[in-house]
């Protein structure tokens, strides 16, 4: 690990770290008593300890979310909004805990911690929608009035990753309970403790006892338990597209319940002749590196022109070093922490064995950083194969391929050519080139001339292909979350 030279010290940790499952409004201990630890990937030493939800608890949770479902969903839907409007505040005096816990869980730099800040902003966009969630009416039958009613599922169950936990737990949840539905959400055993803050605020803001519920544990038995459950008619999942599919299988072999995926990405960047390299390049390399390149719609395939390749190598490389500098998640201004925990520092430093045993060309990096903490070099893999695994598969890491093209036709082909379409980019300054990408990339979103911009909640988010199904955010975020009833009035 390098250091940044700054010594002040995040100040966010809470006087009490909240151990328990939070059900029906309480925290409390696992039917079992059953807990589990976490660790700082910085320091590689132990954080806290959490109880851990079993199928047991999972069944209490659910049945407090049903008993609390009627009286919430009967609600004026303003009155939810209000009380998601409380939960934002409590939230936002609550940011410092949040981001030093993730920081002491899974490394994300908490000083400052620009994901967290989105939290209650998302929580107050789904406030603000409580009165766009409507149906339709038509007089196109002749001697009748039809409508059609967007209502609540009832008992949803959501999923949560660790990347950006409590955003994810934000939006989930928020749209959830505005359309009228009560939740269990179960966040990831790789950093739980700041889903149980925003349990503490959810109670601060007097949402009332189960309509939110959050537990603690592991994507089995509990995840698995929420996945199956015969009571649960609606379950939203952000993770692994492997876990993806097993969330749909366990719909499909138990009640058939609503699913909506947000999934992995192998996102492509491509760079044309004519792109504007001071923007290309650092747009580049930010969008591997934030969070240590764990984030799903990060640009990990280049594809840059062969007649600017040499120039655009040069700069990415010297912009990832400078921009790649890790440090401790907790000491001001660092902008790079390590990788989430050991799984996933050995994941990533698998795919780097794989670069050095297959003879891809090592251009950054390609190693471990330091002795201590799960730390890992910004790296750069130049001319890898197109059917290579490492071209191919989701790293998660601070490791980009870029590879080379000179016809468009063929980096079209190369851009689709994956299971994955979360997200793409393209660098031009033809505007007719920029259009006709954004057109055939086959992606949930194509970004021109930028990587990731911070999040526009307005905008649809969501993947094509194995990148998931369903939307967060805007209009079609509260559509996924309710049902649809058509209502047929005979004149
Ligand atoms: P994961 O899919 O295993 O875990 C995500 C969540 O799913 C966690 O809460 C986990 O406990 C739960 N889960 C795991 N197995 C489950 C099951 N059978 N039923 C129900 N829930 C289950 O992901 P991970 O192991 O945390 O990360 C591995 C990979 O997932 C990453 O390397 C990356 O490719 C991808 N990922 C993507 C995102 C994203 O934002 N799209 C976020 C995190 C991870």
């Not at 490394?107 to 911690?113: F, L, Q, S």
């Not at 009613?149 to 949840?173: D, E, H, S």
């Not at 050995?346 to 190693?367: C, P």
Request: with cysteine; charged share 20%; net charge negative.
């Amino acid at each position: 690990m390098q250091t940044n030279g700054s010594n002040a010290q995040h100040t966010g940790r809470p006087d009490v770290i909240e151990d328990g499952l939070f059900i029906n409004g309480e925290f409390v201990p696992s039917k079992s008593g059953k807990k589990f630890d976490i660790f700082n990937p910085a320091t590689e030493k132990w954080s806290a300890s959490v109880y851990e939800a079993d199928v047991e608890d999972v069944d209490i949770a659910v049945q407090a979310a049903k008993d609390a479902f009627p009286a919430w969903s009967e609600l004026n839907a303003l009155q939810r909004g209000h009380y998601l409007e409380r939960w934002a505040e409590a939230l936002e005096k609550a940011l410092p805990e949040i981001s030093y816990l993730d920081a002491i869980s899974m490394g994300k730099p908490a000083y400052p911690d620009q994901l967290a800040m989105m939290i209650p902003m998302i929580v107050r966009f789904f406030a603000a929608k409580a009165l766009d969630i409507t149906g339709e009416s038509s007089l196109n039958t002749a001697n009748f009035v039809n409508i059609s009613l967007r209502q609540p599922y009832g008992v949803c169950g959501a999923i949560t990753p660790w990347n950006a936990p409590c955003m994810f737990l934000a939006y989930k949840a928020s749209a959830a309970l505005i359309t009228g539905n009560t939740v269990v959400l179960k966040s990831s055993e790789k950093a739980p403790l700041s889903s149980l803050v925003a349990a503490r605020c959810a109670k601060e803001a007097g949402i009332p006892p189960g309509v939110l519920n959050i537990l603690s544990g592991y994507g089995r038995p509990c995840g698995e338990a929420i996945a199956r459950h015969m009571e649960i008619r609606k379950i939203s999942f952000t993770g692994s597209t492997a876990t993806g599919r097993a969330i749909q299988k366990a719909s499909a072999e138990s009640n058939l319940k609503s699913v909506s995926l947000e999934l992995g990405g192998k996102s492509p960047l491509i760079v044309f002749d004519d792109a504007d390299l001071s923007k290309a390049v650092p747009a580049a390399a930010m969008s591997i590196l934030m969070n240590s390149g764990q984030v799903c719609n990060a640009s990990s395939r280049v594809y840059v022109h062969t007649a600017v390749a040499e120039e655009f190598l040069e700069s990415l490389k010297a912009t990832m070093t400078l921009m790649g500098k890790s440090g401790d998640p907790l000491v001001q201004g660092t902008s790079r922490g390590p990788q989430a925990d050991k799984l996933q520092f050995e994941r990533v430093m698998s795919y780097l064995d794989l670069a050095k045993q297959s003879g891809v060309n090592v251009a950054l990096g390609g190693g471990r950083e330091g002795s201590e903490g799960y730390f890992i070099e910004p790296t750069i893999l130049t001319n890898v194969p197109e059917d290579s695994r490492l071209t191919k598969e989701e790293i998660f890491g601070p490791v980009l391929v870029v590879n080379t093209f000179s016809d468009e036709e063929d980096v079209m082909k190369r851009a689709n050519a994956t299971e994955y379409g979360l997200y793409a980019s393209v660098f031009t300054k033809d505007v007719s080139r920029a259009l006709r990408f954004a057109k055939r990339l086959e992606a949930g979103s194509v970004a021109v001339n930028c990587t990731s911009p911070t999040m526009a909640f307005d905008m649809p988010f969501g993947g094509w292909k194995g990148s998931g199904e369903g939307r967060e955010f805007s209009r079609y975020a509260t559509d996924y979350w309710t049902e649809l009833k058509s209502v047929y009035l005979a004149l």
